[in-house]
């Protein structure tokens, strides 16, 4: 069977350390697309921002969530635009829901809560045969 990767996500991180995401999948590409926080989850300014974390789960495979790529901060202080491609394998003839989140983590290793969790479906399954 042939894999496919779909790069997936387009998040847009609020200016907090919990996230609001957003994403759409364009045929078999996502491209994950955020600001980095700017505050700490108590509402100060955020001084030690290490990196952000994308996150996926393919629902129902019994396989735990995947950490699919730390992305280092542009600014202790966070708020860089980042644009970042995440792979997920997909086995062709197949369809899952996918669900997606980020967590910030500071300098000392404290990491946010998840953000919200978006699910996609991925569709994988080829059509019928015309009759």
């Known amino acids: 069977m ?3 990767f779909l790069a ?3 998040i847009t991180l ?3 350390s919990v996230f609001a995401l957003e ?3 364009t045929s078999s590409e996502v ?3 955020y600001t980095e926080p700017t505050t700490n989850a108590d509402g100060s300014p955020l001084k030690d921002l290490a990196k952000t974390i994308i996150f996926y789960d393919i629902v129902g495979d019994g396989l735990p969530e995947v950490k699919a790529v730390e992305v280092p901060a542009t600014a202790l202080t966070g708020g860089g635009s980042i644009i970042q491609t995440v792979l ?3 086995i062709g003839n197949q369809e899952a829901d996918v669900d997606f989140w980020a ?3 500071d300098t000392s290793g404290n990491s946010s809560d998840k953000s919200t969790i978006v699910r996609k479906r991925i569709d994988r399954l080829a059509p019928s045969a015309p009759q």
Do not use: G
């Open 2 to 4: 042939k894999k496919l």
């Open 103 to 105: 967590t910030a983590v």
């Open 23 to 25: 994403f759409t999948l």
């Open 14 to 16: 609020a200016s907090t």
């Open 31 to 33: 491209t994950a697309t």
């Open 8 to 10: 997936l996500i387009i």
């Open 88 to 90: 997920v394998p997909i």
